[in-house]
């Protein structure tokens, strides 16, 4: 008898705890999650910019269990002329600092992975696939939250230097969340400095068309 109370007590601890960690996202974090979870289109940008290719930028929360220590995102960009086909796929370990700055890891899939067409499938996305089929890039986001319900930030000065094509030393890597609009601005250097690839007037601006839960 004594044994089946302590297996109970035990059993209840442990449901606790996995409450707990679910409950673990701040409001802040939750925030944030909500801003960059969704489908996204620059079609508004593209409609006026010559050297802006229409685009898609969609991102989607896996692995809700791991909440404990922040949360994850698969994302990926496909250009609307490409049969859907995505031209960059990552996953973003989010993380709070403190109330008001935040700590993207980014990994880059070994190898293909399940795509934007797989993602209204009744099976979960991400099902089988573990972060030991990830290999971490060389270029952490740290971001600031601007108002309560925007953040802004990017990589550090000088430190990026994954992805680079043959002439750029490193890269420069600057993001807008707010709940309708993501920017995202990237831009390559050589080593006296100058641009070599990116858009020197700005970022390409993608409106939210689709929100994920």
């Excluded at 270029?139 to 990017?154: D, Q």
């Excluded at 070599?196 to 939210?208: A, I, L, M, P, Q």
Aim: glycine letters at 6%.
């Amino acid at each position: 008898m004594n044994k089946f109370k302590v297996a109970i007590v035990l059993l209840c601890f442990i449901l606790i705890g996995r409450n707990l960690s679910a409950q673990k996202l701040s409001k802040e974090l939750k925030q944030l999650r909500e801003n960059v979870s969704g489908r996204f289109t620059n079609e508004d940008q593209a409609r006026f910019s010559l050297d802006t290719k229409p685009e898609s930028f969609v991102m989607k929360q896996i692995w809700a269990e791991k909440e404990d220590d922040g949360f994850w995102l698969y994302g990926e960009r496909f250009r609307t002329d490409s049969t859907n086909l995505p031209h960059q796929q990552f996953v973003w370990h989010v993380k709070q600092a403190d109330q008001n700055r935040y700590f993207i890891e980014v990994f880059e899939p070994k190898t293909s992975i399940p795509s934007v067409t797989d993602w209204k499938s009744k099976m979960p996305l991400f099902a089988g696939v573990s972060d030991t089929m990830l290999v971490k890039v060389s270029c952490p986001l740290y971001i600031v939250r601007k108002t309560m319900i925007e953040f802004t930030g990017g990589t550090k000065a000088n430190t990026c230097v994954a992805g680079l094509p043959a002439n750029a030393v490193y890269k420069s890597i600057e993001l807008y969340f707010s709940e309708s609009t993501l920017m995202f601005w990237e831009r390559g250097y050589n080593t006296a400095g100058k641009l070599v690839f990116g858009s020197d007037k700005g970022g390409t601006v993608f409106r939210k068309t689709e929100q994920f839960k």
